[in-house]
């Protein structure tokens, strides 16, 4: 039980008394992708929500040690596989979110929430600029004003998943020492 304590320890986490539950950060980005894969109503279309960006942003933020761009890179290929796009795209796009975090995470955790809710659609608003400039390039399709949309609700929905998404994270024991 030390040597886990310890190696714990040296990885900058600490386990609570209920200990640390492995399953909190690839649960949630199952959800995300489930979320992702659901079918909405047509007028919903354009302004779905980047679920997946907003975990892979809340993670980076909340333990960068853990959950980096390595981490983004693997989700955007699992989203590339999952959505039968472009192979390297959304992986590309996820690694950028996944560096913004990281890089940027001590100042954005100190944001109130309506400030981090402005960095979010800015990242999100990258994004999809760059995917869409990708399928521009690739398929012939339009990149049109009403894509931007989704990083507006992307925006909206962040103090949600934010709070769920911390709520989480005490829960299962994740807690990063600072």
């Given at each position: ?28 980005f199952a959800v995300a992708f489930l979320l992702t894969v659901l079918p909405y109503p047509d007028w919903m279309r354009f302004a779905v929500p980047h679920w ?51 890089s940027f995470h001590r100042r954005l955790r100190l944001y109130h929430l309506w400030q981090q809710c402005v960095v979010v659609f800015g990242v999100c608003a ?53």
């Amino acid at each position: 039980m030390m040597a886990l304590r310890s190696r714990a320890v040296s990885r900058g986490y600490r386990r609570t008394a209920r200990g640390s539950r492995w399953w909190a950060i690839p649960g949630s980005f199952a959800v995300a992708f489930l979320l992702t894969v659901l079918p909405y109503p047509d007028w919903m279309r354009f302004a779905v929500p980047h679920w997946v960006s907003l975990v892979l942003f809340y993670w980076c933020l909340a333990v960068p040690e853990r959950v980096g761009v390595g981490s983004g890179w693997i989700v955007g290929l699992l989203l590339d596989l999952l959505l039968h796009t472009l192979f390297g795209v959304h992986a590309i796009a996820m690694a950028f979110v996944a560096m913004v975090g990281v890089s940027f995470h001590r100042r954005l955790r100190l944001y109130h929430l309506w400030q981090q809710c402005v960095v979010v659609f800015g990242v999100c608003a990258i994004e999809i600029t760059f995917v869409g400039w990708i399928f521009h390039l690739t398929n012939a399709a339009e990149l049109r004003l009403v894509y931007w949309q989704a990083a507006f609700t992307t925006a909206l929905v962040w103090p949600v998943v934010y709070t769920l998404l911390r709520f989480l994270r005490q829960r299962s024991g994740i807690v990063q020492i600072r």
